[in-house]
């Protein structure tokens, strides 16, 4: 069994690093599906942008997911209509546009990314539930979505929902494609240690090197900075596991469930193999007791071929921040809070962002703004991801949360947690988040310290693979 995302066999070669001082019109922080769909959308503008990445394109949450384009999400619609129908009707309608704009890049440019048409399933198992799915069936229908009650073979289940016009794909294969297609405009394994801004311009520090741009999107999975965002209060963090099985047969399907665990699942068919995508269960972070339990529960009946896990911002209101940081400045730019669907509004976030910077109309800025109304449900939702957040903060603090082969204490005068692996080697880290300094677990399956604030990664020697956090957590 491979403790990695079965995305990841799909690797890319590394493209250039800041290695010296530049002024462009457009700095992009972040290389995932967000960032680089931002720099697609922004090609043939007249203007200079370029991306920077701290590690590689791709391979962070984008390489974790299940990789569905579809609009069929979860209870993300009912939850939104509790308070505003119309607003969750212009999230349907902004999730089916992402679905045609991502399989219309796709189609367009030929990428080779194994794009499948596959009819998505919205399925419950509890009698509770079929009232739901019910109001769901009714919601689409009155938003022109061609929708039907069916069967779902093979899966334990009273009712579903099937649609058809969306697909799978191969995510890093995509991002791949991206990458190679705009490189002289991409910049890997290139840090951005700081962002200044003076006389209208901003000053990324960048490999100690500095970046002018007139313009920067954010589009990094967390932001780095508490202010003026405030984003531990508006969301908490969702942690989900992920396998991956050959079968000897793929169906044209994916599916998930309104029940409670979580269960998802897709399938997807290389040159040589076929493989089950399968999601179960999905925590808010701080409920966590140990993540090497989940993944035995994940594993047990499946004996899994690949297995790993993937981390989601949950926002309060259900709906992705996508626009401007500040009311009226458009220079400075966000995208994030997906709420586990990152494929498609990751995609509709590079076409929301690059209208905003070349001031065009967008249906969707201000639906997703970061500045839309409160309202009585989002001020219930507060409490619950503060304290989320300060559960989380607690929990990382407790010497046993994760296993009993790691120890803390303290060397040379700094708290570290150390890890023992088989061979008896120690692996040594300072034990705090970099971030917010939230303590750090230690996740014995994919051999990572993992925070569970806002979750921040760093492999087994402390290098940073995943932020907030900008900064490792090396030791000495």
């Not at 989900?240 to 029940?259: F, L, P, Q, T």
């Not at 995508?277 to 993540?291: E, M």
């Amino acid at each position: 069994m491979k403790n990695r995302s079965i995305w990841l066999n799909k690797q890319c070669k590394a493209l250039q690093e800041i290695r010296q001082d530049m002024e462009v019109d457009v700095c992009i922080i972040g290389g995932g599906i967000t960032g680089l769909s931002t720099l697609f959308e922004l090609q043939n503008s007249g203007l200079k942008a370029i991306l920077v990445e701290r590690n590689t394109c791709g391979c962070g949450v984008t390489s974790r997911s299940t990789a569905k384009i579809t609009y069929l999400q979860e209870q993300i619609y009912m939850n939104v209509r509790k308070y505003s129908v119309d607003t969750a009707s212009k999230y349907l309608r902004s999730q089916i546009d992402a679905v045609q704009r991502l399989k219309d890049i796709i189609t367009t440019n030929h990428v080779d990314c194994n794009l499948k048409k596959t009819a998505s399933y919205l399925f419950t198992n509890e009698e509770k539930n079929i009232t739901k799915l019910e109001e769901e069936y009714d919601f689409l229908t009155k938003n022109q979505v061609k929708v039907r009650k069916t069967k779902l073979d093979g899966v334990n289940h009273i009712l579903a929902l099937k649609v058809e016009d969306t697909y799978t794909f191969h995510p890093l294969k995509y991002i791949n494609y991206l990458k190679n297609m705009m490189k002289d405009s991409i910049y890997e394994n290139s840090k951005v240690e700081s962002i200044d801004k003076k006389d209208n311009y901003y000053y990324i520090k960048v490999n100690s090197h500095i970046i002018k741009s007139k313009y920067v999107v954010l589009a990094t999975h967390y932001p780095y900075f508490l202010f003026p965002f405030l984003m531990p209060f508006k969301t908490h963090i969702e942690t989900s596991y992920i396998g991956a099985k050959e079968v000897k047969a793929v169906k044209d399907i994916s599916a998930i469930n309104i029940d409670k665990p979580c269960i998802s699942f897709r399938y997807y068919e290389d040159e040589q193999k076929k493989y089950l995508i399968y999601l179960y269960q999905s925590f808010s972070s701080c409920n966590i007791k140990s993540i090497k339990d989940n993944f035995d529960e994940l594993d047990k009946d499946y004996h899994f071929d690949y297995i790993w896990s993937n981390k989601d911002i949950i926002t309060n209101d259900y709906m992705p921040y996508i626009g401007r940081i500040y009311k009226d400045d458009d220079t400075f730019l966000i995208a994030s809070g997906y709420n586990t669907w990152g494929t498609t509004n990751g995609s509709l976030a590079g076409k929301i962002l690059s209208d905003i910077i070349l001031k065009r109309e967008n249906p969707y800025i201000a639906l997703f703004s970061s500045h839309r109304a409160i309202n009585f449900h989002k001020v219930m939702r507060f409490p619950i991801d503060v304290g989320c957040s300060l559960k989380a903060i607690i929990k990382s603090t407790k010497e046993n949360v994760n296993n009993s082969n790691v120890i803390y204490t303290k060397r040379d005068g700094k708290n570290v947690a150390i890890y023992r692996d088989v061979q008896g080697k120690e692996h040594i880290v300072l034990n705090k988040c970099p971030h917010m300094k939230c303590g750090l677990v230690f996740n014995e399956v994919e051999m990572t310290w993992d925070c569970l604030c806002h979750g921040s990664r760093f492999t087994i020697d402390g290098e940073c693979m995943e932020g907030p956090s900008n900064f490792d957590i090396h030791f000495p």
